[in-house]
């Protein structure tokens, strides 16, 4: 099946109004950048949307940021160490594992399907809605990179 760009602008309109917000072009193009490129920067969100909308500011894309990680539309993902990330996969609650050594990260579905998955033994009389869970290791090619140091 092939798609129209105007269908698929159409669809992403559709879900911004959904979240109760107003449709703008900074706005479809942040959503857009995001549906193809998951944990990103808002500097890469900024360099990606500034090539179809060169006079957008940065403010403009962190204005956008927050107002869709507020509605839910959007996920803001803050890894040690490095700059919030955002990915228009949100409220399924997935989790991200992390690679020690190059950085690669990826999504990994919830453990247990639902926000919280995991159950703190003392909640300190919190209501509690979600756990977000990085798990961090060695990616395929870093365990490869390290069986090859300690072969030679
Ligand atoms: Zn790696
Ligand atoms: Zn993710």
Do not use: W
């Amino acid at each position: 099946m092939t798609s129209s760009p105007l269908v698929d602008r159409e669809a992403l309109a559709e879900r911004i109004r959904a979240v109760g917000l107003k449709v703008t072009a900074p706005r479809l193009a942040v959503l857009k950048m995001l549906d193809q490129a998951a944990h990103s920067s808002a500097d890469q969100v900024f360099g990606a949307v500034r090539e179809e909308l060169p006079g957008t500011s940065t403010q403009a894309i962190y204005g956008v940021l927050s107002a869709f990680a507020a509605a839910g539309l959007v996920r803001r993902f803050d890894p040690a160490g490095s700059p919030a990330l955002y990915e228009s996969r949100a409220g399924d609650n997935h989790h991200h594992v992390v690679c020690v050594r190059c950085g690669d990260l990826r999504d990994v579905d919830c453990v247990i399907g639902e926000a919280p998955c995991l159950t703190p033994s003392d909640t300190s009389g919190f209501s509690v809605f979600a756990a977000e869970v990085t798990f961090t290791g060695l990616c395929a090619d870093c365990q490869k990179v390290n069986a090859e140091l300690e072969a030679s």
